[in-house]
């Protein structure tokens, strides 16, 4: 069906968009948020068809050295934004970036699965779920970590904007590579990668946490 990507947003941002009104600010801005990055994702779905079709070039060249630079440049757009023109705190754009790459994911999920829907299994949605899932909004946390530091430092506004994009794109197609790869050990290491990256994000804020709450003591 070639509406079933519209149909998927509209399934899942109706409820989304009804939940806004009952909720307080905070809650609110990370639903806002997610939204913005399902959003991004059905924009950018369309604009890699229109690109794939236009490039001859095979499905894994696309999806390893041109789908990671245009779904990153995307989902950094919003984060940007709210970076620099709602003049958010350092922790707030951390956690409103990974809310855009985790509704992009979900989005995107959603979209493999209706086109893929014979094929999936179990292990397919774990990998999904856990592996690509955590890539998308991992490049989103380096994107607001890199964007609430460079709030501070006006002076590293291109230069860092260019080195945060890099690296997010970088992180991406490898990630791409690995899972792509005609090996499976190789296979593993990009599936095992994400939830390694996350796992050491949430080690480094766990420990600056503790390490404030000493210094107030």
Avoid at 142 to 158: D, E, M, P, R, Y
Wanted: overall charge positive; glycine content about 6%; aromatic content about 14%.
């Amino acid at each position: 069906m070639d509406n079933m990507s519209y149909i998927l947003f509209i399934c899942v941002v109706g409820p989304l968009l009804s939940l806004l009104l009952f909720m307080e600010r905070k809650g609110r801005t990370a639903v806002e948020f997610i939204l913005c990055g399902i959003v991004c994702c059905l924009f950018i779905s369309e604009v890699n068809g229109l690109l794939l079709n236009s490039f001859n070039c095979s499905t894994y060249y696309f999806t390893t050295s041109i789908a990671p630079i245009t779904e990153e440049i995307i989902k950094a757009f919003p984060i940007f934004c709210y970076g620099f023109i709602c003049r958010l705190k350092p922790k707030e754009i951390i956690a409103a970036s990974f809310c855009v790459g985790i509704g992009f994911a979900v989005m995107e999920n959603l979209i493999v699965l209706s086109q893929n829907f014979e094929s999936v299994n179990i292990f397919w949605a774990v990998i999904r779920g856990f592996s690509s899932g955590l890539m998308h909004g991992i490049c989103s946390i380096i994107a607001g970590c890199c964007v609430s530091f460079i709030h501070k430092k006006k002076k590293l506004f291109v230069c860092g904007s260019i080195a945060t994009m890099n690296i997010v794109m970088v992180y991406h197609s490898m990630f791409n590579y690995l899972v792509q790869a005609q090996n499976t050990i190789i296979n593993y290491v990009g599936f095992f990668l994400p939830i390694l990256t996350y796992t050491i994000f949430v080690i480094v804020l766990f420990r600056g946490k503790k390490l404030k709450e000493l210094v107030k003591r």
